[in-house]
């Protein structure tokens, strides 16, 4: 169940200002998932009261719940619905795409959720069962 948004000037999580701009021009948010779509994807509650966070207390969040949708994932409790649920959102973002290691990118589980199947490169973070990862 999802409760509508409420855009508020204060983070809910952590009471700090919060520059939401989601009824005037593109928020910062615009660039991450959405949110509502990875817990509707989990078959969780959630009230999206809280979706007007703060950066910081967003980007917790969404973490959290992305790495909760490709622990279900790899346990085959949930679809790969990951490339629908991003839609157009192709450009990577540091600390959920990847994250640096050694001055190299290293991409993430979510991140080849998103692309939609097993590479056969044998990255670390791949999310598709070994003895299935080409028929992906």
Known sequence: VIKEQIVSEFCPKCKKSNSCNVNGSTCWCSRYPTLHKIVEALGSQYD????CMCES??????KKQIDLYVKRF???AVANIAPKIVGNQTKPIQGIDYY?????????????LKRGYCCGS???HCPYPKEKAKQY
């Not at 999206?48 to 979706?51: I, K, Q, R, T, V």
């Not at 640096?100 to 080849?112: A, I």
């Open 122 to 124: 044998g990255c670390r």
């Open 74 to 76: 790899k346990e085959g």
């Open 57 to 62: 207390c967003f980007n917790k969040e969404l």
């Open 48 to 51: 999206m009261s809280d979706s």
């Open 100 to 112: 640096l290691e050694d001055g190299k990118w290293v991409f993430t589980s979510w991140n080849h």
